[in-house]
């Protein structure tokens, strides 16, 4: 009978098991002890919300004027039209956090902890906030795939989404951002639709209008979800046809759907018109935001190998191309899920920084997972008619889940640049966990100035020698991570509304935040940026250069390889 049951329940037994091993993975890398992690980048603005109401009381953002030292890097805000400062996300992640926001400002006030919305453990507070949503995202995804798949195709699709793709670096080691989040809101809306369907009454469609509210709260451009509502089951022109007279019949259901999705919204309405007297005001437009409709991305955000969905995810290839398998399983998916996807994938290609900024592989599908795990077990049970297929599907599918906690690994050895590769960088450490010396000489980065433009080119880290020789200074080392800081062209344009606000040089401020992360980063990270440097200059003295050739001939290694032994030997002799 345990037997049964088990057998009967294999998926919610893999979700247990997710959840218990994402436990231990934050818990050995507990980034919420370092202070400039985990509310970082755009969680930064996601996060402002939350301590500027309920803790300054003040969306005005004048205290982070007041205290420009401590807040000026924590709250990134905009000049909005009408001279005021405003938080350039929108509030609906801060709803998701905000649970355990107040969590943490409890514990906060009764502990030596610092009660500022930035301490400890509201950090810690964040990160598992994310695997909680997650967690509650695998279930509502387990009860929708076990409406159309058998329990063993449903446990290996939610571990294939939980653990084999891009996710699952979003609730562990980036856990904050808002791609977790969403995930778990389109899983949700997706069981909704297919409950409502069934059954249509005002209570379901009324969850439908908030859900759908919130996930576009989150990310405005998610609104293209609602294809999914309007033509679920609709297979044909006469199905869409009934469909429109169903909801004129029905009018009041539309109108409980609006109403309930527009409540979600007001308080951004009152506060956008607050800030920029406008109720829709594009505040990303202030940092130079936009979409280029007319040339989007589509093969460099699927297949490139700078950041190509389908490279560094690539059970998503597998998902997309069960799409069309879809038929064979129930007609009325095949339409909504293929428009969906195609609109999704033609508005985010539009993006200006089509590659979303640095990330693990195209982060911003991922709140469309729940969705594409449905063609992924389509597929996966296309091809397990006979026994010896349904194996090499499990096995292929099983591969894959490990690959992706492989690449992970690789991504935060830096192994996998976070902004773009290339052929030869990508091919240079596949399959390897560390970077070669090899990779940092063929890497390439986008050129961000230009991206806004809608033109996307490569640019080639240059690193050049000021002095002939082999001592990788403190100042030296700042001057790098200053020059990366001057690449980014969004750090950057913040650095220069903080030198506004203050009066201090961006120069100068740029050197400050290059102390910050390398006060702040690992002794890891130092490491092998010391080694790095070492190796640059050991290849530019060329006196060195000759006794480093005549050693790796005695050994019969290559130059290169010798150089980098020569840098290690340097950097772990405290020769620098």
């Known amino acids: 009978m345990i037997k049964n049951l088990l057998a009967k329940n294999i998926s919610l037994i893999c979700i247990l098991i997710i959840g218990i091993g994402s436990i231990f993975l934050n818990f050995s890398h507990h980034r919420w002890q370092k202070d400039n992690s985990v509310i970082e980048w755009d969680v930064k603005s996601y996060y402002a919300y939350l301590p500027a109401t309920f803790i300054y009381k003040d969306l005005s953002l004048q205290f982070r004027r007041d205290n420009i030292d401590k ?148 990310r405005p451009t998610n609104i293209v979800v609602l294809i999914l509502f309007f033509l679920w089951n609709i297979s044909s022109v006469k199905d869409f046809k009934d469909r429109i007279i169903w909801f004129l019949r029905e009018y009041k259901l539309i109108l409980v759907m609006i109403s309930a999705f527009i409540l979600i919204w007001i308080p951004q309405f009152v506060y956008w018109h607050w800030v920029s007297g406008k109720i829709f005001y594009f505040s990303y437009g202030e940092i130079g935001g936009k979409f280029f409709f007319f040339n989007p991305q589509i093969k460099n955000i699927l297949i490139s190998y700078k950041k190509g969905w389908f490279v560094y995810t690539p ?152 002095e002939n020789n082999i001592i990788p200074s403190e100042e030296k080392l700042l001057i790098l991570i200053s020059e990366n800081i001057k690449k980014d062209s969004a750090q950057f344009s913040i650095i220069e509304l903080k030198a506004k606000e203050t009066g201090i040089n961006v120069d100068s401020l740029i050197i400050s935040k290059a102390k910050e992360i390398y006060s702040a980063d690992s002794s890891e990270f130092k490491k092998e940026l010391i080694i790095q440097n070492l190796i640059i200059s050991l290849k530019n003295n060329k006196e060195l250069k000759e006794q480093i050739e005549k050693k790796a001939k005695k050994r019969d290694i290559s130059v290169d390889s010798m150089i980098v032994l020569d840098a290690i030997w340097l950097y772990e002799n405290n020769k620098y």
């Open 71 to 218: 807040f000026g890097d924590l709250i990134w805000p905009v000049e909005t039209p009408t001279h005021k400062h405003a938080i350039v996300t929108t509030m609906g992640l801060s709803f998701l956090y905000s649970p355990f926001f107040g969590i943490a400002h409890l514990y906060s006030l009764n502990s030596d902890y610092e009660a500022d919305g930035y301490s400890l453990p509201y950090r810690f507070a964040l990160v598992f906030s994310a695997l909680f949503y997650v967690i509650i995202g695998l279930i509502f995804l387990q009860k929708t795939l076990r409406e159309f798949f058998k329990e063993d195709v449903v446990a290996l699709v939610v571990t294939a989404i939980g653990i084999g793709t891009n996710l699952f670096y979003y609730y562990t080691y980036e856990a904050a951002m808002p791609h977790a989040y969403n995930f778990t809101l389109v899983s949700i809306f997706l069981y909704l639709t297919i409950q409502f369907y069934k059954n249509p009454n005002l209570k379901k469609i009324f969850w439908l209008g908030l859900v759908s509210g919130l996930i576009t709260l989150i």
């Open 315 to 466: 059970i998503m290839l597998f998902a997309f191309a069960g799409i069309f398998t879809l038929p064979k399983l129930k007609k009325g998916l095949f339409i909504p899920i293929l428009l969906f996807s195609l609109i999704n994938i033609y508005i985010l290609a539009s993006w200006w920084c089509w590659w979303f900024g640095g990330s693990f592989g195209l982060r911003a599908f991922i709140d469309s997972y729940a969705i594409m795990a449905i063609p992924l077990g389509a597929i996966i049970t296309r091809f397990s008619f006979k026994k010896y297929l349904k194996i090499i599907s499990f096995s292929f599918i099983s591969i894959l889940i490990v690959f992706n906690i492989f690449q992970i690994q690789q991504y935060t050895n830096q192994a996998i640049h976070y902004w773009w590769m290339n052929k030869k960088a990508y091919w240079e450490t596949f399959l390897k966990l560390k970077p070669t010396e090899r990779y940092w000489q063929v890497i390439t980065l986008p050129d961000y100035e230009k991206a806004r433009e809608g033109i996307y080119v490569e640019i080639k880290p240059e690193y050049e020698e000021k």
